[in-house]
């Protein structure tokens, strides 16, 4: 089993971010969090690197259900998704598989709710791999 879905994008990378977003909002996820690896490496140890950005998306009333059925579950919240370019005129944005990263944990009940998340993450990266606008 892979640990996560992905998409590439003909697209500029600003617009592969809003893009990203903006997929991931049609599914009821909210980004809560965004780093920028490339101005954080740059910034810290003085490396160059690629534009990199990792958003991390949320959605509200799935977190919510989940932190009811485990209640360190918050480790590994919220959903990573990344936005890196893959090349000229070419982002690659992957999102993690839920069900995946919450293998180690000995809960059927949050095994179901993450195959939820996935379904959702995965119609939103399906989008982006489309080239929907959305």
């Given at each position: 089993m ?21 997929a ?7 980004v ?24 991390g ?5 799935l ?5 009811q059925?485990?209640d ?36 059927p ?24 606008s959305?």
């Amino acid at each position: 089993m892979t640990y996560y879905m992905a998409a590439q994008l003909k697209a500029a990378f600003d617009d592969a971010i809003a893009r990203t977003e903006a997929a991931l909002k049609a599914e009821g996820f909210g980004v809560i969090s965004r780093i920028d690896i490339q101005q954080t490496l740059k910034s810290k140890i003085d490396v160059d690197f690629r534009p990199y950005t990792i958003l991390g998306a949320c959605n509200p009333a799935l977190a919510h259900e989940a932190l009811q059925l485990e209640d360190k579950v918050g480790l590994m919240l919220p959903c990573n998704v990344i936005v890196q370019q893959s090349g000229p005129g070419t982002v690659e944005v992957a999102a993690i598989d839920p069900v995946a990263s919450m293998q180690s944990i000995d809960n059927p009940e949050l095994m179901k709710a993450a195959q939820t998340v996935r379904e959702k993450l995965s119609r939103a990266i399906g989008l982006l791999g489309q080239g929907a606008s959305v």
